[in-house]
Structures are given as structure tokens and as C-alpha cells.
């Protein structure tokens, strides 16, 4: 279980303190898709950099299954996103030089564990996306969506219990868009994987199993 | 020849000039620049401002009536602890005698050429002192009044006038010429020097690019933006090329400090390396004038604004729409290598012509271009061999993976680098190998051409060059010593034929052939020793026959006090004593044609058995009395000539570890631009579970392969260098045969620490990129 309680996050800008987050107490349960909502600097990638240990509160506390993550050091925060976090990213940034199976294999590479189990896990969520004919082809081979699903098989090939998805659908076409939160919500719910959507779009939030509005760095509703 | 002189109409004022060298044996290492003038008739020339010692009448009149008067230069009296009124041993030519220090000449901004070793005295003071009696020589002379173009004719009637009655070894010509006479020995040596300066700037350049390159990058939404508000593309070029510019300025003056600052230190060791070689030189201050500062920053600014022209150019030809979109960069620099190898081959093939030119067309020069040729094709060669490099696909070391994929990534960028890295290399292995195989050939020679066991010279002669004549006597002396086999003579004076400077020997064949015969390469039917004892023939230098397309047979012209004598050649030796050539009599030919009785040095043979050190001792003591004696054995002339070689060539070391040091900044660039262009990827691997370490090796994996691009393409370019350097442009201007000898373990040594430099100069931005917080990197999006 993801878990916040009253996070807060603040930043110097130039002269100026910005409160990103003020106050955020939220709950995900194992298996749960939730969609965060609202307006531009509202506070939402913060708090999705928070929940996936790449940042830390400036107070409060944030738990991933048991685990402070609000008082880890940079190498343990490090070791929970190899084993329990999965990141999906509006740019995709997949590397352009790796083929399409060595960048879904990345969390294994970086946490030495590509073996035949990892590269059979690679396949199969391949397939899953419907990507198996082009693993050996190079991203730029690819359109748009097929190089967000190829991002999504990447992002759960390590079989991480959250997965945080930052905009997923925001470089896509409405087409594409369909088609990459289709398998995201039901990729989701075949491994039992939280989600947290940070979206703009309506219709993705739809497909969440609920929704929280940011606003001001608190929750709206 | 005075009297004629100052008989012709043209003429104003005419004044003859004396000038030797003279050791000072209390003073060890110090030498006097002994001017003789006549300050009766020097006084208009003011040719030594000898009015500024000579105060008044009195002055001038106790200046020529005691007969040991000198003027030495003040810095000279204060490091020697003379006073006015103190005495001077003086030795010339085997001869001393005590000269009284009268008068101080004060330095002057006119003395341009001159330096504190000079000294003055009446030129009948210097004759009598030394036993010169009536030699001069030269006559300096100032034209009558009239305008310039005036002048001009009547320098040009009165040189026509006075050639016509001078013997062949004088000459008649304008100051000009002289100055252009010295500059033409020295030419090669700062051709040379020259040259090397110019690769530097080349590798300069590279690395404005690279900035420049990386600057566009980094600011490519900027300048989108700037598109999209209605910057034309010519406006945005110059825009990005002025920006490089105002940088350049800044960079131009420093540079021009520094150069002025490394300069100065390298000073005496070009001062000692012209002196061996060529003329005598002393040098205690760099003198450089404002155009030629002036000179050096507007060729800093157009470098720069050369290397900046490209990158500004293919930024302003993005279309505005994609330069405000993230990502896009990159992805075609992987298959864009291809088009540098047209390039490549015109490149190399531009070698091969100019060096077709430098060795049979008569444009030595060209031999330069040959080499840049050499180096532009291993810069085009560079994407190249990155990308074939890159194809080697490393083990499942996560860093390595990574590094290599980042590495093909930033093809772009590591294009640039890499070929000034391979440039730099190329540059310093090639003349490594040159140096290497020319000291190994030049050591080889001594160890085959000089037998002598012992050797005697002047002692000025290591400070001034072979100036100072020897002492007769010294001959006599070594003769008559027990143990001695043989003593062979040698005489060599430095001239000028058909223009080109060139130096003219003398020894006593007999002892050479039994001694120590010569390396001959080609000579006419017979023996070449026995022409040359009894006939007007001569062996000339490798490098003098080569230079100037000379057989066995053929005839050299030698100017000599009683006319152009014509020489038939009788063989061709190897010799690396001189780069302008060397031409060897027999003694006793030489002496009848130029009338010459002087010597330079002796070389002393022993028989088999004979101790060196107590022979070395028994000579000091009998020549002590005469002056002060270079006595060196072969060993410790071998040491010296090798000695002399290795200053030679300091400077292209301090030049070769420059350019290296410049690329290497190269990769720091290149690495760092990347880094920033990568915050967004860096911060997906850091989300994705690399740890900052990993990160920092994947940026060095990523140096790596860019330093073994570098390396690898550099070594090769190396060898090409190389085969210019030695092949071409020492051929066609030096004329030297240098045998290859590849000095491996420096080559290795140097390879490696270039390496091993390349990835120092990637830490930087690698430890730049693992403390990038992933949160930050990913919040640019």
C-alpha cells in the first residue's frame, strides 16, 4: 500500500518560497488505479515524484509498503524504484540506440538481473502490448503510441508493486491515447499493480478507479 | 675596397666594421661581441650610438689612442663586476690579450639585433689586439641625400658598380638583404615552428565548434523562439557567429598573454637552438611588435569565426517548429556519418598531390599542406570509426550498455571531439616518430662517422656557434702528445651560394679516409679521397646534393676572394651536421683557394691502448695558457650533439602536449553539452533504478569510447603524419634521409595516457550527471 500524511513540499524560487504540496493525506490500495487531476503547477508532478521516491517532502510522511521513503537515503530510495516502482513519462524517453526489447529490459539491466526469466517477462509483456514483431527494431521505427507501450512494458517488467504514469497520453494522438490507457488500466489489474495517472485529460481519468483533484497543492475533492 | 667606396659618387659617408668573438677565459661561458669601428667615419651611420659613451672630444680621442680600449654594454660590466677602468681578458683565435674597459654603452631600443654581449673598440685596436691586421669586414655606407625613389636607383647603380670589382666571396647589398639573408636560414626552423602553432589553432577551432555546437543545442528552443517571433536564418547565423566572436575576443587576449608568458619562458632554449644551427643569437627579452599581437587576435577571431559559422549555420536551417520541440536532436546523427567520406578521400587525395608538388614541384611548402591534408581526412575519418568502434557491443555490464548507446547517441557532438582528439594525437605521434627516427638515425651516423676519440674546439664555440677560429698552436700541441695516432682538422665557415645559405668545410682527407672514412652514398669512378687531395673536387652532403639536384661530376661554384671557382663534385656522404648542406675540401685545397689558414676544431685519433683521461689532463694543462678549450671525448661529443638535437626539439613538445591538452578539454565540452542535453533521459534512468554510480560510469564508458575513437584513429593518422613529415617535407626541405624507427613503448606510453586523459576529462560531467536529483531532471519536462 502507497500511503501520504500531510505532505509538504516547498521550493525556493529566486527570492520567493513556492508551496508546491500543502498538506496531502492520500491512501492507494494494492491493485487500485487513481487518477490526479488539476490544473497546470498545481502541484501534481511533485507530489508524483514524492510517491515515486525520486523526490522527498519537505514534511510529512510517505510509506510504500511499510517503507518510510520520507527518511531513505538516496541509494535505498534508489533500490525500491529497481524493485517496486515503475515510471511511464509523456516524452517516453526511450533510448533511441537499444532496441525495443533492450529498453523494456532496462530496469533488469540497471538492477543486474537480466537472465532467460527476465527476458521471457520481456516477451511476454511484449506481446502483451503488441509489440513482439518489433522488439528488435530501433525506436525511432516506431509511431508514437507504439513507443508508449513499448515505455509501459519497460515500466512493468521489473513487476513493481506501483506504477506512476506522468501525462501518459499527453504526446498522443486521441487514437493512440485509447489505445495506450486500454492496455495501461488492463496490464494494471493483470499484475495487481497500483497506478497513479497524472493526466489533464478527462477521458483518461475516466478510466481510473478514482479520482483526486489537485488545487493549490491540496486536495480539492 | 674602402678607398673605392668612398670614392664613388653615390656615396656620403663609408665605414669599415670589424667583428669577432672572443672568449673571456676569467669570465667561463661569457663571450664579447667585439665590433671594430672607425669613429671617425662611423659617427653618421651611428650604427652603435657610440655618441651616448663617447661624451665628448676627449672621449672620442681617448677611444682610439689607447690601444685596449673597449665600450661594453652596462648589463654586461654588472654581471661580469666590470667598473670603467677595469681590465678584460680577451681570447681570439688562439690569441689573447687584456682590453680596458673605458666606456659603457647604455642599452638602447635602436640596437635591435644586438645584445649585451657587444662591445666596441676601434677597428685598429681589434686588428692589432688579435692580429687581424688590414681585415675588415664589411663596409657600411650611407647614400647621398634624394628621395627614396632616388635612393633607390643609387643603391641599385652603386651595388651594381661595386659587385663588379669585389672578389666572388663578398657581396654588396642593402641592410634589407641581410636581414632577408638571416631570415632565410632561419625560415625552416620557424616554418617549423610555425606549422606546429597552426595545428594547435586547427584544434582550436575544433573546439569552438564543439562549443558552439553545444551552445545551439542547449539553446535550441531560444532560438526556435527567436525563429518564431520572425529572425530571419542569415540574421540568426550572425547573430550565434557574433556571439562566438565577442567570446573569441576574450579568449584571443588571453591567449596573447599567455603565448607572451610561454614565450618568455621558452626564450633561452630557441635563443641556444638558432645558435647551434644557424646564427648566433642571444636573446634576453621577447620582443613582439603591436600589428603582430594585433595579427594574432584578428587570426584568433577569424578562426573562431571559421569553427562557428557551421554549427550557427545548421542551427539557423532548423525549422522553427522543431527547434521548439523537445527531443528530435540527435537521432540523425547516427546515420549521417556517411557523408564525410567524400571529404575523407578529397582530403587524402589533396596529401598525395601536395606532396607530389612538395617533393617534385618545387613547392617545398606545399609539404605543410600535405599534412594538413592528412589531418582534415583523419577528422572526416573520425564519425567513422566512432561508429564502427561503437559496434562493438559490450558484455551486460549495465554502464557499459549504457554507455555505448549514449556514446551513438551523441554521435553529433563526439564527432567533433573525437576528430580533434585524433587530429591532436595524429599530430604528436607523427612528429614523436619523426623525432624518434631522426635522433635514432642521427645517433647511428655519429656512432658510424665519427671515429675520433678526442675532440678540441674553443669553448665560445658552445655558446656562439663555430665562430671563434682555433688557436694554431693547438694543433701543434696535440701532435706532439704521445699515444696520438692521427690529428685530423677541420675548418667550417658558414656562406651564401646562388642565395642560399650553406656551410663550407675543410679537413685533412688523409686522416679522415685512414680514420674515419665517410659514409659515402654515390662518388665518380676512383677513389674520391685521392680526387679530392689533388684535384679542385669536393664530397658534398646528402642533403646539399639533393637540394639542389647534384650528381658525382657535377660542378659547384664557390665564391672565394679570387673569384667563382668551379668544384666538381666527387662523391655524396651522409651528413646531418647542417640542415643547409655541407661542402668538404681537403685542407690543403681549401687553404689555396679561399686563403683561409683558420681552424674550427681538431680531432684527435689515438693508438690503440692509450688511456683517454690522463691524455685529457696533459691537454688541458698545455692549452691553459692559450685560452679556454672545449676538450670533448667521442662518448661526451656524442652526448652533445644528441644534447643539442633534444633542444631542438623542446618546443614541439611543449606544442605536441598542448594540442592534446586543448582536445582533451574537447571531451570535457563534449561531455558536459551532452550531460545537459540529457538531463531528461538522465532523470529516466535514475527513475528506472540506476544509481548515481552507475550513472558516473556510464558517462566515462561514454568518455572511453570516445577517447578510444581518438586513440585509435590518432594512432593511425600518426603513422601518416609521419610518413609526410619524413618523407615529404624533410625531403624537400632539408634533404635527409631519416631511416623509420617507430619508438613503441613512447608511442604506446603516449596512447595511453592520452586515454587515460580522455577519461579524466570525462569525470567532470560524469560526476555532473550522477548528482543530477532525478526529481529536478524529470521536472524540465
Known amino acids: 500500500m502507497l500511503e501520504t500524511r500531510d505532505l509538504h513540499k516547498s521550493y525556493q524560487s529566486g527570492d520567493a518560497k513556492v508551496q508546491a504540496l500543502g498538506g496531502v493525506s492520500l491512501k492507494i490500495f494494492p491493485g487500485e488505479i487513481i487518477a490526479i487531476t488539476g490544473p497546470s503547477g498545481c502541484g501534481k508532478s511533485t507530489l508524483l515524484h514524492i510517491l515515486g521516491a525520486l523526490d522527498t517532502p519537505t514534511s510529512g510522511q510517505v510509506y510504500l509498503e511499510g517503507h518510510p521513503l520520507h527518511s531513505l537515503n538516496d541509494d535505498k530510495l534508489t533500490s525500491l524504484r529497481q524493485l517496486r516502482i515503475g515510471f511511464v513519462f509523456q516524452f517516453f524517453h526511450l533510448l533511441p540506440t537499444l532496441t525495443v526489447e533492450e529498453n523494456v529490459l532496462l530496469p533488469l539491466l540497471l538492477s543486474g538481473r537480466v537472465d532467460g526469466v527476465g527476458k521471457a517477462r520481456a516477451r511476454d509483456l511484449l506481446e502483451a502490448v503488441a509489440l513482439a514483431d518489433r522488439m528488435h527494431h530501433r525506436p525511432h521505427q516506431l509511431s508514437g503510441g507504439q513507443m508508449q507501450r513499448a515505455a509501459l512494458a519497460r515500466a512493468l517488467v521489473h513487476r513493481p508493486s506501483v506504477l506512476l504514469a506522468d501525462e501518459p497520453t499527453g504526446n498522443l494522438d486521441s487514437a493512440s491515447s485509447a489505445a495506450v490507457v486500454n492496455l495501461l488500466t488492463s496490464l494494471a489489474r493483470r499484475e495487481k499493480t497500483s497506478v497513479v495517472l497524472v493526466t489533464h485529460s478527462e477521458e483518461v481519468a475516466k478510466a481510473a478507479d478514482r479520482r483526486i483533484r489537485l488545487v493549490d497543492g491540496r486536495i480539492h475533492s | ?781
Not at chain 2, 621558452?266 to 621577447?286: E, F, I, K, N
Not at chain 2, 591534408?373 to 573520425?382: P, Q
Open chain 2, 1 to 781: 675596397m674602402l678607398p673605392i667606396v668612398r670614392a664613388d659618387p653615390a656615396v656620403r659617408e663609408a665605414t669599415p666594421v670589424l667583428q669577432v668573438v672572443a672568449s673571456l677565459p676569467a669570465h667561463p661561458g661569457e663571450f664579447l661581441h667585439l665590433v671594430g669601428v672607425d669613429p671617425f667615419s662611423n659617427g653618421e651611420l651611428v650604427t652603435y650610438r657610440l655618441e651616448d659613451a663617447l661624451k665628448n672630444p676627449a672621449d672620442a680621442i681617448a677611444f682610439v689612442s689607447e690601444p685596449d680600449t673597449i665600450a661594453v654594454t652596462r648589463p654586461l660590466a654588472d654581471r661580469l663586476g666590470l667598473k670603467v677602468g677595469d681590465t678584460l681578458r680577451a681570447v681570439h683565435g688562439g690569441r689573447e690579450t687584456t682590453l680596458r674597459v673605458r666606456f659603457l654603452l647604455e642599452p638602447s631600443d635602436d640596437l635591435v639585433g644586438a645584445d649585451d654581449h657587444l662591445a666596441l673598440a676601434d677597428i685598429a685596436t681589434v686588428q692589432s689586439r688579435f692580429q687581424l691586421g688590414g681585415q675588415i669586414d664589411r663596409i657600411e655606407t650611407l647614400l647621398r641625400a634624394g628621395s627614396p625613389a632616388e635612393k633607390e636607383n643609387l643603391r641599385q647603380a652603386l651595388t651594381e658598380r661595386i659587385q663588379s670589382r669585389l672578389p666572388a666571396h663578398a657581396r654588396a647589398g642593402s641592410p634589407e638583404r641581410r636581414g632577408r639573408e638571416v631570415e632565410r636560414m632561419l625560415g625552416a626552423f620557424q616554418l617549423n615552428l610555425t606549422a606546429l602553432s597552426l595545428i594547435a589553432l586547427v584544434v582550436g577551432m575544433f573546439l569552438v565548434t564543439n562549443t558552439v555546437a553545444a551552445n545551439v543545442a542547449r539553446r535550441r528552443s531560444e532560438f526556435g523562439l527567436l525563429r518564431a517571433l520572425g529572425l530571419g536564418r542569415r540574421a540568426l547565423t550572425i547573430l550565434i557567429v557574433a556571439e562566438s566572436l565577442l567570446l573569441a575576443l576574450a579568449g584571443s587576449i588571453l591567449g596573447v598573454w599567455a603565448g607572451l608568458e610561454v614565450a618568455r619562458r621558452l626564450l633561452g632554449t630557441v635563443a641556444s637552438t638558432v645558435t647551434s644551427h644557424y646564427v648566433l643569437l642571444s636573446m634576453r627579452d621577447v620582443m613582439v611588435t603591436p600589428a603582430s599581437l594585433f595579427g594574432a587576435v584578428v587570426a584568433g577571431l577569424v578562426a573562431a569565426a571559421l569553427a562557428a559559422w557551421w554549427p550557427a549555420r545548421e542551427a539557423a536551417r532548423v525549422p522553427p517548429v522543431d527547434a521548439l520541440q523537445f527531443g528530435h536532436i540527435s537521432d540523425r546523427a547516427v546515420s549521417r556519418t556517411h557523408r564525410f567520406v567524400l571529404p575523407a578521400l578529397v582530403s587524402l587525395a589533396a596529401a598525395g598531390l601536395f606532396s607530389l608538388t612538395a617533393l617534385h614541384g618545387g613547392f617545398p611548402q606545399t609539404g605543410f599542406l600535405a599534412a594538413l591534408g592528412v589531418l582534415l581526412a583523419a577528422a572526416f575519418t573520425a564519425p567513422l570509426v566512432a561508429h564502427a568502434l561503437a559496434r562493438v557491443r559490450p558484455a551486460r555490464i549495465p554502464a557499459w550498455i549504457l554507455g555505448r548507446s549514449f556514446f551513438l547517441r551523441g554521435l553529433h557532438r563526439h564527432g567533433l571531439a573525437a576528430a580533434a582528439l585524433a587530429v591532436s594525437i595524429g599530430m604528436a605521434l607523427g612528429v614523436a616518430i619523426m623525432v624518434h627516427s631522426f635522433r635514432v638515425t642521427v645517433d647511428r651516423w655519429i656512432g658510424e662517422s665519427i671515429r675520433a676519440d678526442l675532440f678540441i674546439a674553443p669553448s665560445t664555440n658552445l655558446v656562439a656557434g663555430s665562430l671563434e677560429p682555433l688557436d694554431p698552436e693547438a694543433e701543434t700541441i696535440a701532435t706532439a702528445l704521445p699515444g696520438i695516432r692521427a690529428v685530423g682538422s677541420y675548418r667550417e665557415i658558414r656562406l651564401f651560394l646562388d642565395g642560399a645559405p650553406a656551410k663550407l668545410a675543410a679537413c685533412k682527407l688523409k686522416v679522415l679516409k685512414t680514420c674515419n672514412p665517410l659514409p659515402i652514398l654515390s662518388s665518380l669512378p676512383g677513389d674520391p679521397y685521392e680526387l679530392c687531395q689533388n684535384g679542385e673536387y669536393a664530397f658534398v652532403s646528402e642533403n646539399f646534393a639533393r637540394r639542389r639536384h647534384l650528381r658525382p661530376g657535377d660542378t659547384v661554384s664557390l665564391p672565394t676572394p679570387n673569384g667563382l671557382r668551379p668544384i666538381q663534385v666527387a662523391a655524396i656522404f651522409r651528413d646531418y651536421t647542417t640542415e643547409s648542406g655541407l661542402i668538404l675540401l681537403d685542407r690543403a685545397i681549401y687553404q689555396k683557394i679561399t686563403g683561409d689558414l683558420n681552424l674550427t676544431s681538431l680531432a684527435l685519433h689515438l693508438e690503440p691502448g692509450t688511456s683517454v683521461a690522463p691524455l685529457i689532463d696533459s691537454l688541458r694543462a698545455q692549452l691553459r695558457p692559450r685560452g679556454e678549450f672545449l676538450i670533448y671525448s667521442q662518448s661526451a661529443l656524442r652526448d652533445e650533439a644528441l644534447r643539442i638535437f633534444d633542444r631542438s626539439f623542446a618546443v614541439t613538445e611543449l606544442l605536441r602536449t598542448l594540442a592534446i591538452g586543448v582536445a582533451a578539454l574537447g571531451v570535457t565540452l563534449s561531455l558536459t553539452a551532452l550531460v545537459a542535453e540529457r538531463t531528461r533521459e538522465i532523470g529516466m534512468l535514475r527513475a528506472t533504478g540506476a544509481r548515481r554510480g552507475q550513472v558516473l560510469r556510464t558517462i566515462m564508458a561514454e568518455a572511453g569510447y570516445l577517447g578510444a575513437t581518438g586513440v585509435s584513429l590518432g594512432a593511425v593518422t600518426g603513422f601518416a603524419v609521419a610518413l609526410v613529415l619524413m618523407r615529404v617535407i624533410n625531403r624537400a626541405f632539408f634533404g635527409w634521409t631519416i631511416d623509420w624507427h617507430t619508438p613503441w613503448p613512447l608511442l604506446g606510453s603516449i596512447l595511453v595516457f592520452v586515454f587515460l586523459v580522455c577519461l579524466l576529462a570525462g569525470l567532470p560531467p560524469a560526476l555532473k550527471a550522477s548528482r543530477l536529483s532525478p526529481a529536478e531532471a524529470l521536472r524540465s519536462e
